[in-house]
């Protein structure tokens, strides 16, 4: 008995050493800072992803999605487009497929652009892109069945001719091609955005000769078959055989459930581009079910870096207090607020005092603690972030709900709540029964369902006892998106910019026409009418919510390149934090990017949201892997 | 025998229209949200919701989608039979993606239900044979471990220590065998090993129980008092007799894995149907959820079946009528 326990210790004691010296034998690879060497041509960007979650299937008639479009970044030159830089430099606008910005008419009706010369198809295409390309792309996307989900930016009403309800491909009245390097639009009225709006990835030139065969198939079937107008194009693409639509077959380097590798399109002309640097071979995106692995892959050297990708609580820890790796830890701003939204049409949040007091009692500090700290973003001050609005109230130049350091400042809040038709006894405390069981909507998992406790507590200090109710995230949105649900409070919702552009948030969440009975984005009800509220089941409170529209139309129709423009949304920005009050934002948040040391410059697409890959440069000397 | 075959077929007819039919209830008729809002992005007008759910199918009554269905997977739709409809998220035909996928977790169960029978039968029989012993109690404890362990943590763990710390092991992810056998088996390894290494603490603990129970029985004595080595006593008379559970669970344990392996999937990054059921009840995508739910139902039946068929040829005394 002895000698078996004896032995039983000998094999408990090995077993023990091993386990530790793997712990501590560390890897083969050090963690170093990037070395910020020059970049150099190259290599191969490898990356991953839980999952692509592509809203129409990468077809860029209708694909929504930041991710996407930053893809398309690499596959679709536009008529205007971007750096691919952070911050403010990467929203201004550059001719990219055109020659120069193009002639606008005196009244803002019609705007001529020239295409730049012998800018070709990638194959199996192979020709120059005209004018009708570019046409075709606006016709795809007047194809109401190819479900384009941003069609709303050239029409109705935007550009003559264009509707969004066309049952096939035909020619829109509004849209001229003279000739094949020439393309004029004619506008219903002026759009002081327009030149935004003809960045965006839809308004790419598309082959008619490949993607009209997918006009009858279901909406996103081209996203398979995608040829490219920019320097990559997806692996495969020249063996792709175009010569009638009963041959193409998907292209092989693109598998939705598993893979998109980009290599370079081989008609690309880098003397043409000024936008793009294009450093890499190649862009391998692979799928990832495990988030841990995709870090562990960095880490080890065999990823290069994240895409779309939110680092888990415990990398982030490592990459900000670890000296050697915070280089390889890149923050930018998404462009993009967390707010509680506030039913401007239902007791108590009818109130502006009751909406004001909830502005001033948020613990702001503490939702960014439950985000994952600094690292997750800034307390949000107002509704807009800065870089969409030019740069203008930047953080600390417009704060009306300041705190003290960001807590809530419940002296504040009760003294507003005092002055509320719901205190009847002006003691600073809600005490209606609408304050009571007040339903918030909230998503059941991560940081929403992490600030939600403190943010029961803080509304509890004002005497409203919410009630929260989690869900699913399209449950929630739903939820919270239907007006006739009479939902208080939402908790779940965010919103980023389109382009950058404040249209894109000004228009969507606060103009009366865009509420609508269900998926309606004006969750507030800013601007509701009677004749509103009847058509989406919604109750009309004795007070009208107030409207913003003639704000919204006059700052519309300032054109995007005068500065005062984003002055104007501005002042919108406070008008509705100090006079509607239809949200309490507290997060402007941020993009994490997670490096390998490979990577020897890095920068971010400020407008699609994500690592710029026309940009980066890696050392790895790998080329792109066979399809 | 044929005409239980038959009765069991027709069960499995029954069982699948139940299935189908809840799934259908769960996901299509019950959720609150509209499942077409999730594709129609992210300011979407009325008119582009009403076209999202024409193409989707959604624009009927629920019992017609459920009806059109039903006909659809007999009769085949345009990709092809059995008619699964396309995918929400991807646009690509459910059953492309089905056929695709199936292989995967086919690799991972199958594989796994060999390491875990060739760990956990002998494990059982040294057991049995050495009760109260130091084997008996090793293998007890080791039991105990691995019904405990949870399979994600102990995914994580292996990948941590043999891929990451001693760069001994593949990474995550799936090779096909067809494209190379070597790399197919390295990438596979540690899955098999992570998702047996719970069942094989199952099958030890069964096999251990029933072969003890066996051991006791008059024919295994007589078969000693006729001169048997012992070996062969217990190889030949106690093994094969004390299996005939161990087989029924096999079948059952294999059926099911064929949509419940979710776990191993998502950590060792298999993109098998476990894995795209979960994304795609999270994404929305119910064809694909549809078409899981199917295929797992079915696995489950046919190897009941199955397992009943192989139980009557291992045991003389099962007759079935």
């Not at chain 1, 790895?620 to 066979?626: I, K, Q, V």
């Not at chain 2, 977790?105 to 044979?129: E, F, M, N, Q, R």
Request: glycine letters at 8%.
């Amino acid at each position: 008995m002895g000698k078996k326990r004896h032995l039983l210790s000998l094999v408990g004691l090995a077993l023990t050493v091993t386990l530790v010296a793997a712990a501590c034998g560390g890897n083969s690879k050090k963690s170093t800072t990037s070395s910020g060497t020059s970049a150099q041509k190259g290599g191969v960007y490898r990356t991953a992803l839980e999952d692509f979650g592509f809203t129409d299937a990468f077809d860029p008639t209708g694909e929504y999605l930041g991710s996407a479009w930053d893809l398309f970044q690499t596959l679709g030159r536009t008529l205007i487009n971007y750096k691919h830089t952070a911050g403010a430099a990467g929203n201004v606008l550059y001719p990219d497929l055109a020659q120069a910005m193009p002639t606008v008419s005196s009244d803002g009706l019609t705007y001529t652009f020239k295409l730049k010369p012998n800018i070709k198809f990638a194959p199996p295409i192979n020709r120059v892109i005209t004018s009708k390309d570019i046409e075709y792309s606006f016709e795809r996307m007047n194809i109401q069945k190819l479900l384009a989900g941003y069609a709303f930016y050239y029409g109705p009403g935007v550009i003559k001719g264009f509707t969004g309800k066309a049952t096939s491909a035909q020619p829109i009245s509004g849209i001229e091609t003279p000739d094949p390097n020439t393309i004029i639009f004619h506008l219903e009225a002026p759009v002081g955005d327009f030149l935004y709006r003809m960045s965006m990835p839809a308004t790419a030139p598309i082959p008619r000769e490949v993607a009209s065969c997918f006009d009858n198939k279901p909406a996103g079937t081209y996203g398979r078959y995608v040829i490219s107008s920019g320097p990559y194009m997806i692996q495969g693409s020249d063996k792709l055989d175009a010569s009638s639509c009963s041959t193409l077959k998907p292209i092989s380097g693109f598998d939705p459930s598993s893979k998109l590798v980009l290599v370079r399109n081989p008609n690309y002309d880098q003397s043409t581009d000024n936008l793009r640097a294009n450093y890499v071979n190649g862009i391998d995106v692979r799928i990832d079910s495990n988030t841990d692995d995709i870090f562990n892959k960095i880490s080890a050297g065999s990823l290069d870096g994240t895409f779309a990708s939110t680092p888990p609580p415990t990398v982030q820890r490592t990459y900000t207090t670890d000296q050697s790796k915070k280089d390889l830890l890149k923050i930018n701003s998404a462009d993009r607020t967390w707010y509680m939204v506030m039913n401007m049409s239902v007791a108590p949040t009818d109130d502006i005092h009751v909406r004001k007091a909830i502005n001033y009692v948020l613990d702001k500090a503490a939702m960014l603690q439950a985000w994952g700290g600094s690292t997750a973003g800034t307390v949000a001050e107002h509704i807009m972030p800065p870089v969409v609005i030019g740069g203008n109230l930047a953080a600390g130049q417009f704060n009306p709900y300041a705190s003290p350091d960001n807590h809530g400042d419940v002296t504040k809040a009760q003294a507003e709540m005092k002055l509320s038709k719901y205190d009847s006894n002006h003691d600073g405390m809600c005490d209606a029964s609408a304050c009571t069981n007040t339903l918030m909507i909230n998503r059941n998992y991560g940081p929403w369902k992490a600030e939600e406790a403190s943010v029961v507590s803080q509304l509890a200090k004002i005497g409203i006892k919410a009630k929260a109710q989690e869900l699913a995230t399209s449950a929630a949105y739903q939820a919270i998106q239907t007006p006739k649900n009479k939902v208080p409070l939402g908790l779940n919702v965010g919103w980023g910019k389109d382009y950058g552009d404040a249209y894109t948030f000004a228009f969507p969440l606060f103009a009366g026409a865009s509420i609508i009975a269900a998926n309606n984005s004006n969750m507030a009800l800013v601007g509701l009418t009677s004749s509103i509220a009847k058509s989406v089941s919604a109750p009309f409170p004795s007070t009208a919510p107030p409207s913003v529209d003639s704000d919204i139309a006059t700052c519309e129709k300032i054109p995007a390149t005068d500065a005062a423009r984003n002055q104007c949304w501005a002042n919108l920005d406070k008008k509705l934090m100090n006079d509607v009050v239809p949200w309490a934002p507290y997060l402007w948040s941020n993009v994490r990017d997670i490096l390998s040391t490979s990577v020897t410059k890095y920068d971010f697409d400020q407008f699609a949201g994500q690592i710029a890959f026309t940009q980066v440069a890696v050392n790895n000397n790998l080329s792109p892997s066979a399809s | 025998m044929w005409r239980y075959i038959v009765r069991r077929l027709m069960w499995v007819a029954l069982v699948m229209f139940v299935v189908t039919f809840l799934t259908y209830i769960i996901f299509f008729v019950l959720p609150p949200f509209d499942p077409a809002s999730a594709f129609a992005g992210k300011q979407p007008t009325p008119e582009l919701i009403a076209e999202v759910k024409r193409q989707f199918g959604l624009n009927h009554p629920w019992f017609i989608q459920y009806l059109l269905f039903v006909k659809h997977l007999f009769l085949g739709d345009q990709y092809g039979w059995p008619g699964l409809g396309f995918s929400y998220a991807t646009r690509q035909p459910i059953r492309d993606l089905l056929f695709h996928r199936l292989p995967i977790t086919a690799s991972l169960a199958i594989g796994a239900a060999l390491v875990w029978l060739c760990i956990g039968i002998p494990i059982g029989v040294a057991s049995a044979i050495k009760r109260r012993s130091l084997t008996d109690r090793l293998s007890m404890g080791f039991a105990l471990f691995f019904v405990s362990a949870p399979v994600f943590w102990l995914g994580l763990m292996f990948l941590w220590l043999f891929w990451f710390k001693l760069h001994i092991a593949s990474g995550t992810g799936y090779v096909p065998w067809t494209q190379s056998f070597g790399s197919w088996f390295n990438h596979l390894i540690m899955p098999w090993v992570v998702l047996a290494l719970l069942f094989a603490a199952f099958y030890a603990r069964m096999t251990r129980g029933n072969l003890i129970e066996t051991m006791a029985q008059d024919y295994i004595r007589t078969a000693r008092v006729k001169g048997l080595p012992e070996w062969k006593v217990i190889m030949k008379h106690g093994l094969r007799s004390s299996l005939t559970p161990v087989i029924s669970m096999l079948g059952v344990d294999l059926g099911t894995l064929f949509g419940t392996a979710v776990v191993t999937e998502t950590v060792f990054n298999l993109q098998g149907i476990g894995q795209w059921a979960i994304t795609s009840v999270f994404a929305g995508d119910l064809p694909a959820v549809l078409a899981v739910t199917i295929v797992t139902a079915l696995a489950v039946a046919i190897m009941n079946l199955v397992v009943d068929i192989v139980y009557a040829y291992l045991d003389p005394r099962v007759r079935y009528t």
